[in-house]
């Protein structure tokens, strides 16, 4: 072999080196949510013995339910290009008509749960004909609707927590204990609140992976355009989408208000930006096409055992907010990068 031979040989060898070297990145950065949570394990359980414990996991898959049932419906909004920032004051609204419902007006258990899932669908579908027949933002619909949802919650409970302690006693209102199960209850030891979110996160990998709804989802996120041309009814996809994370905050409701045994208009403060998070977190674009239901679990998770973690390590609230908020940021500067380095 000459030596032109010998430099075309280091010259194939060396292509071949950045391929795999390439390949392998990319399987490391896909792979970063659950190495992240991982990682984050394993260090709380060196430095604090009581996190390895059982009830404590269990405690972490209560605490962390509510938000990964809302974070489900949040996936299918933002794989559309689209956000929801509602989604916490629906998630309230829902809860606290069908704890007035089951409390003060008498309605049975199943009439109450049927209430708060149908509210949250109506909210979904309303915020989904504003944004597609309005030609408004999304941004900018779901605000106003996080606002319009927290104020009719305000009226219709008076500001007072459903039931009120004055009210429990004087009028004997309660909520079912069915509804307190659900939030509070537990399965062979497993929460019941993660079973909820177990079937919720499966009913959304299933539309999102496995149903027209998801792959229209994914298409509109990925080229709006090219989808409306390819014959897809976006208006129709991005309606759909907005009813089932209506559904998502419904049902969320419900198992917020069982969990707390109460329910008023300003439960879940916060909460949506947490959702938008667990998406971001695990993996899905912001700005719509890719995105899947298992990466925002783990995101979910990421957010909760890190809360639970800079609880037990005696970090203060004010703290805890900074570093989520800033573990946020670094997730999305980062996923940035990402797609500019490798695509997506």
Not at 28 to 57: K, M
Not at 93 to 111: Q, T
Not at 229 to 253: C, E, P, Q, W
């Amino acid at each position: 072999m000459g030596q032109r031979g010998v430099q075309v040989a280091v010259g194939e060898a060396r292509e071949e080196a950045l391929a795999v070297a390439q390949v392998v990145a990319r399987l490391a950065l896909r792979g970063g949510p659950i190495i992240a949570l991982l990682l984050l394990v394993l260090y709380l359980s060196a430095v604090s013995p009581y996190f390895r414990t059982t009830s404590n996991f269990m405690n972490i898959l209560a605490q962390t339910a509510v938000t990964a049932i809302l974070a489900v419906g949040q996936t299918l909004v933002i794989v559309s290009a689209g956000i929801d920032l509602s989604v916490a004051a629906m998630m309230a609204l829902a809860g606290s008509l069908a704890a007035v419902a089951m409390a003060y007006w008498g309605w049975n258990v199943w009439a109450g749960l049927l209430l708060g899932v149908a509210v949250g669908i109506a909210l979904g579908f309303f915020n989904g004909v504003v944004i597609t027949k309005g030609r408004i933002p999304d941004f900018i619909a779901t605000l106003g609707m996080y606002t319009t949802a927290r104020g009719v919650g305000l009226l219709i409970t008076q500001g007072l927590p459903v039931p009120s302690h004055l009210t429990a006693i004087q009028l004997k209102a309660y909520l079912p204990a069915e509804l307190i199960w659900l939030g509070s209850g537990a399965i062979m030891g497993v929460p019941v609140p993660a079973l909820v979110a177990l079937v919720a996160v499966i009913g959304g990998w299933f539309v999102l992976q496995h149903t027209r709804l998801g792959r229209c989802a994914l298409a509109v996120g990925g080229n709006r355009e090219a989808a409306r041309v390819s014959g897809i009814n976006v208006d129709r996809t991005k309606i759909s989408v907005y009813a089932f994370s209506g559904l998502m905050a419904g049902v969320g409701g419900l198992v917020l208000t069982g969990r707390l045994n109460s329910a008023n208009a300003l439960m879940g403060e916060g909460m949506e930006l947490q959702t938008i998070g667990a998406v971001v977190l695990g993996g899905t674009n912001l700005f719509g096409g890719e995105g899947t239901v298992v990466g925002t679990v783990i995101g979910a998770l990421i957010m909760g055992v890190l809360s639970n973690g800079l609880n037990l390590l005696n970090v203060s609230a004010f703290w805890q907010r900074v570093i989520n908020g800033l573990v946020i940021i670094i997730v999305v500067v980062f996923d940035q990068w990402r797609r500019r380095r490798f695509g997506s």
